[in-house]
């Protein structure tokens, strides 16, 4: 299921042909990170990087020079070292790095100021991102100042610096047949963790027993790590958009919003789901859990080619406001509660983000100030939510505080309509009851 090198190397190719004549890339690896101490955090390369050579190796740089005789994809990175690999395990190296990757050539990264320059005299422009590794910026800088220093002498230094981002980001916007795979790999693990826990929770659980649930199914499954931070809120706990401490205990007739995913591959999930710790919805709970859900359905019926990606979400915004205007949670018309932002106190996030190599992924929502068009290819997350914290003003009714309700699927953008890739996690009122009642 793992991408092949020849996708990478047309991806390189795909990013050459819209850099300008007469100039050079820079795309760095991540490097470590220290955790506390000594400890240093699980390695997770830089994603642009990975995008453009499926290299998981730290402190690497991709150097891309159109038109290069001698060969245009070039790579740096960490030599072979007997004591290094003793302890963690052996590296690519240079000498393996352009049959295994398909780059043209590769020299260890130790020999970047010796190379790196004499590529860069002579440009007219370096395409990077500055600021992201201002350690590489540095050098940089101090490269084309010592070629500046013999322009006297005939040297020519490249006189234009351009952000490599969104031509870059672009591409990653639309994803391949085989980024597809992976993803629906990443959707299947992540469903299956959300009905473990649907069917593990109960009254008396920790959070964080159930967050264990979530886990467990994601690396049994081969998916080493979340996507991101899981969220696992109890009662009230639901209402804090960004709740990760999942240290509360769960208790009966209280709801349970579970937003988690795993990373399969490097390729992400984002999945929420709210549900009953005891099992059954009670009748406040269900009420609200019914307009989060229509909302959802309506936005959902809105990803197709040709509305914009705030389409979703002006579709699931209008249930919102229509339904806690029958709740009697909201006052006034749909289009007056639109007007005055009030509904903003119970629905205050966007519906959608891009979804891909990041679980919050590249790519304008914007072009030329306007909402971009939704196209075949893109995936995005569906998710509103409607948050009635138990500290709410009296105006709420004490049956409605503390209810958290957040509906979340991922969406594939196709010809054809909606493809939702997390359509088999249960989110039916009867269906969740029923898998927990199993």
Not at 9 to 25: D, K, T, V, Y
Not at 273 to 297: C, H, M, N, S, W
Not at 353 to 360: A, N, P, T, Y
Request: glycine share 10%.
């Amino acid at each position: 299921m793992s991408i092949p090198a020849t996708e990478y190397r047309r991806r390189r190719e795909r990013l050459m042909e819209l850099m300008m004549p007469g100039s050079l890339a820079l795309i760095p690896a991540g490097s470590h990170k220290i955790r506390n101490r000594d400890v240093e955090y699980l390695f997770r390369q830089d994603s642009d990087f990975y995008y453009l050579t499926g290299f998981v190796e730290a402190d690497a740089i991709l150097v891309l020079v159109p038109g290069r005789a001698h060969g245009q994809a070039i790579l740096f990175c960490e030599d072979r070292d007997p004591r290094y690999e003793t302890y963690n395990g052996e590296r690519l190296g240079p000498d393996r790095a352009s049959q295994v990757l398909g780059v043209d050539d590769a020299f260890p990264v130790s020999d970047l100021s010796d190379i790196l320059p004499g590529l860069l005299e002579g440009k007219d422009r370096i395409y990077m991102t500055l600021g992201d590794f201002p350690d590489l910026d540095r050098r940089v800088l101090q490269w084309v100042g010592a070629i500046r220093g013999r322009e006297s002498g005939g040297a020519i230094a490249p006189g234009e610096f351009v952000a490599l981002r969104h031509m870059l980001h672009e591409l990653r916007l639309f994803k391949s047949a085989k980024e597809l795979e992976l993803m629906r790999k990443a959707a299947a693990i992540t469903i299956g963790a959300h009905q473990r826990a649907m069917r593990t929770c109960q009254p008396g659980m920790t959070e964080l027993a159930l967050e264990a649930e979530l886990l467990h199914e994601f690396m049994i499954n081969g998916a080493r790590s979340p996507a991101y931070p899981s969220i696992v809120a109890g009662g009230n706990n639901g209402c804090t958009l960004h709740y990760t401490s999942n240290s509360g205990t769960l208790r009966k007739g209280e709801l349970v919003l579970i937003d988690a995913g795993c990373e399969y591959d490097h390729y992400a999930s984002d999945l929420t789901r709210t549900f009953p710790v005891d099992g059954k919805f009670r009748g406040a709970q269900r009420a609200v859990y019914e307009i989060v859900l229509a909302a959802q359905a309506a936005a959902i019926n809105t990803c197709v080619t040709g509305q914009n990606f705030n389409d979703p979400h002006d579709a699931a915004t209008r249930v919102m406001i229509e339904g806690l205007i029958d709740l009697k949670l909201l006052k006034g018309s749909v289009d007056g509660v639109l007007e005055s932002g009030t509904y903003t106190r119970f629905c205050p996030h966007k519906a959608s983000h891009w979804l891909g190599l990041d679980v919050h992924d590249v790519g304008d929502y914007r072009l030329g100030g306007e909402w971009r068009e939704l196209e075949p290819g893109m995936v995005l997350t569906v998710e509103p939510g409607i948050y009635i914290r138990d500290d709410a003003a009296n105006d709420v009714p004490a049956r409605f505080k503390g209810i958290g309700i957040r509906i979340e699927d991922d969406v594939l953008i196709t010809r054809r309509g909606p493809d939702v890739l997390t359509a088999d996690a249960p989110k039916d009122v009867d269906e969740i009851e029923a898998l927990m009642a199993s």
